[in-house]
């Protein structure tokens, strides 16, 4: 009779996401594809209410970029006018009309932005990052699929925030149809459900797809009010550099 230790689990658990990075292509593949563009439209359906954003990304140091052509979520709605945000690796600049948004401004969440929207895309690709730690859940069924489960939390200094996530990993994709999550850098403790749809793009499988509506710890939705997140006219390899980003600041 042999008993598991929690080191065999947590080695159990840290394969288990080795596989889930792998199934996405893996992150040499992702690097290699050096940067991405695409539009992205955050739709919150209880109000029909958008964001839509020209993302630009260039995965060296996760520099991120957006212009915006319609905000009515969270992108500074209550100020109008054009609106840009850039993350170089280490701060986030936004301007409204061309005007530098300051700390003394509403700028927390469009400063914000800019690291969440660069975690959604690249997430199944950051499992494995430094500081990320996995633990073994027992298994459990969705819609007659028997889920592979791991909780995953962050290191002190690993992020903003101490967020818990637990993922739902299919046992014959090796891909994550859903997880549940808290967002405490938005102020939300409670967990929200996180279903993803997937595109094999360049030889990875980006979440194109992606609603989420508040939930328990058990999975169940307990309010049907959906946010969605939507990727569409992806490009890899369009040759951006920090300058030519900045310069369109």
Known sequence: MSCTTKT??????SSLIDKVVEANGGVDALRALKDISFEYTFRIQENNTEDVSLERYIFDKEVSYAEYTKRECYALPQMPGSHSQFFDGNKTISKVNGEMVTEEQPAYIGHALRKTNYYWFAMMFKLKDPGVNHKLLPPREVN??????????????????????????????????????????????QPSLMELKYEEI???????????????WDGNVIKESWTEQITKNVKFNNGFDIETIQGAL
């Open 8 to 13: 065999d689990q947590i080695e159990d658990a």
């Open 144 to 189: 007659g699929i028997a889920y592979k489960m791991v909780e995953m939390t962050f290191g002190e200094n690993i992020g903003d925030t101490s967020d818990r996530y637990i993922l739902y990993i299919n046992p014959e994709t090796n891909r994550i149809d859903q997880f549940l999550y808290t967002a405490l850098g938005f102020g939300v403790e």
């Open 202 to 216: 360049d030889g990875v499988y980006i979440s194109t797809y992606r609603r989420y509506a508040p939930a328990d």
